[in-house]
């Protein structure tokens, strides 16, 4: 009996709850993660249109 229970124990012992779980972690984890890099990209790309809108601007008017 001692080793043959060893794998039905296993099997007995459900891992779909801790799968969701660790799946429910890892895609809110992913999710902000994707969300907060989109943001950061976004941002930087705004910051440095809005610069190059700037610079073009002044050398429009310079000229």
């Known amino acids: 009996m001692g080793h043959g229970a060893s794998p039905q124990a296993q099997e007995h012992f459900d891992l779909q709850p801790v799968l969701d779980v660790v799946k429910g972690y890892w895609l809110r984890a992913m999710f902000s993660l994707d969300h907060a890099a989109v943001d950061i990209v976004f941002a930087d790309k705004l910051r440095v ?11 429009n008017h310079r000229e």
């Open 49 to 59: 249109e809005i610069e190059d809108r700037k610079a073009s601007h002044r050398q």
